[in-house]
């Protein structure tokens, strides 16, 4: 079985400020690793995968995220905040039998402050 | 690059009447669609699992005649709300799976929004 723990439901930042974003998993098995963001009344947007290879991932909008199997980790992180990063994203976990559905973490809202 | 749509964006209906929500793959084959629901503010619950030809495969505690899904071609599959009632309001979101594409990468649709007076 899988999992994913986002802590934080919510994390507020300042415009231009680090953010960064929780997810530990849960696999017996290697993880495929997934951020989405959403924005409101819209449907999800991959932001970056890890499946195999290197561990430190980037993705669009200046987004990074780095796999950790010793910490069972893959936060999420962005060297400066937008105003237009505040969305909720999800973390997901997946492996690479067949067709394993997603497992999506409760998501994580994030608040850019002017 | 991949694209899925859902039809319609959004629905509202009466207690009691059924609603058909649409998910196309358009610029590739889709063999396995996945229906979930969103509750407001909450995370994505994974509903069933719909496979080209054939049955699909629910989680638990979701009823497979109340929520009825086909998937009678490679970029579409269907999901029927019977009988509705205003517990079943929520947002829906299907994603798709590319036949040739990488592994275990879904393609999220944008949503139904679906209100039960």
């Known amino acids: 079985a899988q999992s994913v723990t986002q802590l934080g439901s919510h994390v507020s930042v300042s415009e231009g400020a680090l953010v960064l974003l929780r997810c530990n998993y849960s696999s017996s098995v290697p993880p495929y690793l997934f951020w989405y963001v959403q924005y409101p009344n819209q449907g999800l947007q991959l932001l970056l995968k890890y499946t195999t290879g290197a561990t430190l991932v980037k993705g669009i909008n200046g987004f990074e995220a780095e796999f950790k199997k010793s910490e069972t980790s893959f936060h999420l992180t962005k060297p400066s905040a937008h105003m237009s990063d505040a969305a909720e994203y999800f973390c997901a976990v997946s492996s690479d039998s067949g067709n394993t559905p997603l497992v999506f973490g409760k998501g994580t809202r994030l608040s850019v402050i002017a | ?117």
């Open chain 2, 1 to 117: 690059g991949a694209v899925v749509s859902q039809h319609p964006s959004r629905v509202i209906c009466k207690s009691g009447t059924s609603v058909k929500i649409e998910c196309r793959s358009l610029d590739f084959q889709a063999t396995t669609m996945f229906w979930y629901r969103q509750f407001p503010k909450k995370s994505l619950m994974l509903m069933a699992t719909s496979n080209e030809g054939s049955k699909a495969t629910y989680e638990q505690g979701v009823e497979k005649d109340k929520f009825l899904i086909n998937h009678a071609s490679l970029t579409l599959s269907t999901l029927t709300v019977t009988s509705a009632h205003p517990e079943d309001s929520s947002f829906y979101i299907c994603s798709a799976r590319d036949a040739g594409g990488p592994p275990n990468e879904q393609f999220f649709g944008p949503g139904t929004r679906l209100t039960v007076l």
